[in-house]
């Protein structure tokens, strides 16, 4: 569905991303691992459109993305849902929700039922539809920023970090609800330092370290790897 092939980004003269190779299967959950600083956030923006690479192809479908317009890739069928939330504090909960929706704003009633799958996955939502989003809770508000991508109806959805600064009772749903709508049928690419819950979802994942990918393989693979587990889980 997603393959970006010998992929360099620069800032400046410095080289953020080096040589990325990366598959994402239709239906998968795949899982990007590294710490603070490995380039996580920058390929993100890659495949977004936020940042041109310097080098590189980037493919879904039969598109080609690199060279294409953010609003064109999301229109495509990327949707990212960036780290920090993003949303608007003063706006309500409905309203930032709807945001995502702009894309097929001409689509009343197909938004009007994405809106209900979203309340569904995130039944909370629609008991403080109407506060304000900077009122909610840090979890809470994490599922509006998951729920506004799910509106934009991604078929590849991008998660940067989303556990970031959670509760682990909080972060431990949030890693269910990502699985819940993978299995509803959204393709996810997820990145995580929150290694060991984000690999026990995955269906595959690749480990970042200074913008270079240095290691992948599917689940069961990567946490029974003695330097996945020693670097990235701790045990
Ligand atoms: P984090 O989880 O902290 O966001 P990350 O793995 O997502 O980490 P990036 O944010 O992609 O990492 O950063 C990768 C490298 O690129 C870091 O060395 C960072 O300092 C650098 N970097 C990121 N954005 C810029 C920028 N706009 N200009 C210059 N350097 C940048």
Redesign the pocket.
Same mark, same amino acid.
């Not at 080609?64 to 949707?79: F, T, W």
């Given at each position: 569905m997603l393959q970006l092939k010998n992929v360099d980004v620069h800032? $400046?003269s410095?080289k953020?991303l080096n040589n990325i190779s990366l598959t994402v299967d239709t239906g998968g959950l795949v899982v990007l691992l590294?710490?603070?600083?490995? $380039?996580?956030?920058?390929?993100f923006n890659t495949i977004s459109g936020l940042n041109k690479p310097s080098a590189g192809n980037i493919e879904f479908e039969d598109k080609i993305l690199n060279g294409m317009k953010p609003s064109a890739i999301v229109n495509a069928g990327v949707v990212q849902c960036a780290?920090g939330r993003q949303l608007f504090p003063q706006m309500s909960v409905h309203d930032n929700l709807m945001l995502g929706a702009y894309v097929h704003r001409r689509d009343k009633d197909g938004n009007r039922k994405r809106l209900n799958e979203v309340l569904e996955l995130f039944p909370i939502l629609e008991e403080k539809a109407h506060q304000p989003a900077g009122s909610l809770s840090g979890g809470q508000q994490q599922m509006v920023a998951i729920g506004r991508a799910m509106m934009s109806r991604p078929r590849l959805l991008m998660l940067?970090?989303p556990s970031l600064g959670l509760a682990p009772l909080v972060v431990k749903q949030m890693f269910e609800t990502i699985k819940q709508i993978n299995s509803l049928g959204t393709t996810v690419l997820l990145?995580e330092?929150n290694a060991f819950a984000a690999l026990k979802i995955a269906t595959y994942a690749y480990v970042?370290e200074n913008?270079q990918l240095v290691m992948d393989g599917d689940r069961e693979t990567m946490l029974g790897n003695e330097e996945v587990r020693k670097a990235y889980i701790g045990a």
């Amino acid at each position: 569905m997603l393959q970006l092939k010998n992929v360099d980004v620069h800032y $400046g003269s410095f080289k953020a991303l080096n040589n990325i190779s990366l598959t994402v299967d239709t239906g998968g959950l795949v899982v990007l691992l590294g710490a603070n600083g490995a $380039g996580k956030s920058t390929l993100f923006n890659t495949i977004s459109g936020l940042n041109k690479p310097s080098a590189g192809n980037i493919e879904f479908e039969d598109k080609i993305l690199n060279g294409m317009k953010p609003s064109a890739i999301v229109n495509a069928g990327v949707v990212q849902c960036a780290e920090g939330r993003q949303l608007f504090p003063q706006m309500s909960v409905h309203d930032n929700l709807m945001l995502g929706a702009y894309v097929h704003r001409r689509d009343k009633d197909g938004n009007r039922k994405r809106l209900n799958e979203v309340l569904e996955l995130f039944p909370i939502l629609e008991e403080k539809a109407h506060q304000p989003a900077g009122s909610l809770s840090g979890g809470q508000q994490q599922m509006v920023a998951i729920g506004r991508a799910m509106m934009s109806r991604p078929r590849l959805l991008m998660l940067d970090e989303p556990s970031l600064g959670l509760a682990p009772l909080v972060v431990k749903q949030m890693f269910e609800t990502i699985k819940q709508i993978n299995s509803l049928g959204t393709t996810v690419l997820l990145a995580e330092q929150n290694a060991f819950a984000a690999l026990k979802i995955a269906t595959y994942a690749y480990v970042m370290e200074n913008g270079q990918l240095v290691m992948d393989g599917d689940r069961e693979t990567m946490l029974g790897n003695e330097e996945v587990r020693k670097a990235y889980i701790g045990a």
